[in-house]
């Protein structure tokens, strides 16, 4: 299974301090063959970051997109746009895009079928608060969220979406999950796709999402069920994100770089 490493700027950087965040990791050695990088700046920045990564293994990534083909909704962006442009992956179901814009497990479930539609990789978010893992609920949670957005598709389907792993409680407040939490978790939603059949099992990306940095990602990233990260802040800093590669491509990385 391939290790993925996203970066997702959210609302960051002007078109100047994107143009050099992108510069500097086209500049960088090539990532190893079993490391996909995704880079997920904000709309304005989309285009740029497509014709600046041209010819390179970085993918571009929205953060979101409408559920509707086209139409009268003021201020969306919808995924034959996107491909228009030549994205290639989106972010949905991000946690604050639930919890600002009360998005709903049915909604991005039709965010996922209007991206795979365009032939878009759906990166899929999903995750528990706080006050739902104290309580004893996080699996329970996460695994509404699977079905709710993720039950009407085919083993087909299913296997083109990379999941990701948000535990809410661990973004942004300076609380990390452990890498044996984060391992927990994912063996969980491994165990929901087996449902599916081994092969989708087999075959989903699932990334970890909370905090993940340069001095917790080697733990994380050892854990058997984790295929690498969708990062926040750490994205934003080009040394950061290329050493949480470096990370992710293990000897491989260090030889090419060596080389």
Aim: hydrophobic share 40%; proline share 4%.
């Amino acid at each position: 299974m391939r290790t993925i490493v996203a970066g997702n700027w959210k609302m960051n950087t002007d078109r100047a301090s994107a143009e050099a965040l992108v510069d500097a990791l086209v500049k960088a050695t090539a990532p190893p063959a079993q490391v996909d990088v995704v880079i997920a700046p904000p709309f304005p920045f989309l285009a740029l970051a497509v014709e600046k990564t041209r010819g390179t293994r970085i993918i571009v990534a929205a953060q979101n997109c409408h559920e509707a083909a086209h139409g009268a909704y003021t201020g969306e962006v919808s995924a034959s746009m996107l491909k228009s442009i030549g994205v290639r992956a989106c972010i949905v179901g991000h946690s604050e895009r639930r919890q600002y814009f009360g998005e709903s497990d049915a909604v991005i479930g039709q965010k996922i079928a209007a991206l795979l539609a365009q032939d878009i990789t759906p990166i899929f978010c999903c995750g528990e608060r706080k006050d739902e893992r104290e309580s004893g609920r996080h699996f329970d949670v996460v695994t509404e969220q699977l079905k709710g957005a993720l039950g009407t598709f085919t083993n087909e389907q299913l296997m083109q979406v990379v999941i990701a792993y948000e535990p809410v409680w661990a973004i942004g407040t300076g609380l990390t999950a452990t890498a044996q939490q984060a391992q927990d978790m994912h063996a969980h939603i491994r165990a929901c796709l087996h449902t599916h059949g081994g092969q989708v099992a087999a075959t989903v990306p699932v990334l970890y999402g909370g905090s993940c940095k340069p001095d917790n990602a080697e733990g994380l990233f050892a854990m058997p069920d984790v295929n690498g990260g969708l990062i926040g802040g750490a994205s934003l800093d080009a040394g950061q994100f290329l050493e949480l590669i470096r990370i992710a491509g293990g000897e491989e990385w260090s030889r090419s770089r060596a080389g």
